[in-house]
């Protein structure tokens, strides 16, 4: 996708999201080899800045447009993200099997609540709705997940 697509997507959905004005929002191109994620934000939630970054070297989602929304739906959902964060560390100690699995819980629930809203979203807003399977790609199918399991019988 060229440059100039991205960057009319970004402020399209920036709009669209009603982040901004409420907030000074950046788009950073990553043409880094290194950098392996496809989209990330840095983020000041007291200034209401935030830098969305995307990498366009070699992401692992084709579709760049449903990237931008993943990672705005992530500046949306900052505030909700950051109470829960701050109740996991404040109740559990960090390294206790009880953190662990309220940390990894909340991401997981984090990410899969970000991507329904981004597909939801894209579905009905989005030039390209056709969702990236890019990144399952690399993952194992159904069947080698079960290889080498034994039988509970």
Not at 8 to 30: A, S
Not at 103 to 121: D, I
Not at 139 to 147: E, G, P, R
Request: net charge negative; aromatic share 12%.
């Amino acid at each position: 996708m060229e440059q100039e697509k991205i960057k009319e997507l970004f402020e399209r959905y920036c709009k669209k999201l009603r982040i901004t004005p409420q907030w000074d929002v950046q788009l950073q191109l990553i043409d880094d080899p290194w950098w392996n994620k496809t989209g990330d934000f840095k983020i000041d939630c007291d200034d209401r800045k935030a830098i969305l970054m995307i990498n366009i070297l070699n992401p692992k989602n084709q579709n760049l447009e449903e990237v931008i929304i993943h990672e705005l739906m992530h500046i949306k959902l900052y505030p909700l993200d950051q109470v829960t964060e701050s109740l996991i560390i404040s109740n559990f100690e960090e390294g206790t099997p009880g953190y662990d699995f309220a940390y990894t819980q909340f991401m997981s629930s984090l990410e899969q609540t970000v991507e329904e809203l981004a597909k939801c979203f894209l579905f009905e807003f989005g030039e390209d709705r056709e969702l990236s399977f890019g990144r399952t790609s690399t993952v194992k199918s159904f069947n080698d997940l079960y290889d080498g399991l034994k039988s509970i019988e």
